[in-house]
C-alpha cells in the first residue's frame, strides 16, 4: 500500500499541506509535516505565526518549485507577488516576537508533554449520548456528534453555545466541536474544558428528551 507522500510521487502530483492550524507547535513539533516526516511541496502557514496577535501568512515552497520560478525570461519578474499589505512591520515584528517565545518557554514541547492527558481526558467522553468519534493529536482535538434528525448542526450548536454560556469556548462546525486550547494550557484547564463539554453533551441530550 502507498502512502499519499509516496503516490504524488509516482505521478508528479504537487503534495500540498495546509498547516495554518497544525503549524507552529500545535501537534508538538514547528509543523505537522514535520512530525510525521514527510516533505510536502508546497505548505500555507497563518494563526500560531503570530500567535494569532495580528494576521500573517506565509507560504514555504519547495527548491525544486523556487528553482522553477527563478528560470524564466530575465526580462520577467520571476514571482511577482508584492501587494499593498505585504510584509507589514508591526505583523513582521509579533512573528518574530512569536517565534521567540515558543523556543525560549519550550512552548512545542509543551504541546507532546500534555498530549496522553488531554486525550485520555477527552477520551472520558467517549459513552455519552450522541458522541460518535474522539480524535486528537498534541493540542489539537475534535468531538463528532450524531446530527438530530433533519437538522444537521443543530446539536453540536446547542452543546457549544451552552459551554460558551459556561465559561468555554471551542470551535463550533456543525455536529463537530473543535478545539485548539493554547499552549500554555495547564491541566486544570484541560479539566475544566472536559467538564464543560460533559455538560453540555449531556444538557443536549436531556433536552431533546423533552
Not at 38 to 45: A, F, K, Y
Not at 93 to 117: K, M, N, P, V, W
Not at 123 to 131: G, Q
Not at 135 to 142: E, W, Y
Request: include cysteine; charged fraction near 20%; hydrophobic fraction near 45%.
Amino acid at each position: 500500500m502507498y502512502t499519499l507522500f509516496e503516490i504524488t510521487r509516482k505521478h508528479g502530483i504537487l503534495l500540498i499541506f495546509d498547516e495554518v492550524i497544525t503549524g507552529f507547535g500545535r501537534v508538538g513539533t514547528a509543523l505537522a509535516s514535520e512530525r510525521w516526516g514527510v516533505e510536502p511541496d508546497i505548505m500555507t502557514t497563518a494563526k500560531g505565526l503570530t500567535n494569532g496577535a495580528i494576521p500573517m501568512g506565509a507560504v514555504l515552497v519547495s527548491d525544486q518549485i523556487h528553482d522553477t520560478f527563478m528560470t524564466g525570461p530575465k526580462n520577467r519578474i520571476e514571482l511577482f507577488h508584492g501587494y499593498t499589505y505585504s510584509g507589514p512591520p508591526v505583523a513582521c515584528a509579533a512573528s518574530l516576537a512569536a517565534l521567540d517565545i515558543y523556543q525560549t518557554e519550550g512552548l512545542f514541547e509543551r504541546a507532546i508533554a500534555l498530549e496522553d492527558l488531554f486525550a485520555d481526558a477527552l477520551l472520558s467522553l467517549k459513552d455519552l449520548p450522541n458522541v460518535i468519534d474522539i480524535r486528537n493529536t498534541g493540542l489539537v482535538a475534535a468531538i463528532e456528534l450524531a446530527p438530530e434528525q433533519g437538522k444537521p448542526g443543530e446539536r453540536g450548536y446547542k452543546i457549544f453555545r451552552h459551554i460558551y454560556e459556561n465559561g468555554v469556548l471551542v470551535r463550533w462546525a456543525g455536529d463537530l466541536l473543535a478545539m485548539s486550547p493554547p499552549l500554555i494550557i495547564e491541566p486544570a484547564h484541560i479539566e475544566q474544558l472536559v467538564s464543560a463539554l460533559r455538560e453540555g453533551i449531556l444538557f443536549s441530550h436531556q433536552a431533546k428528551d423533552r
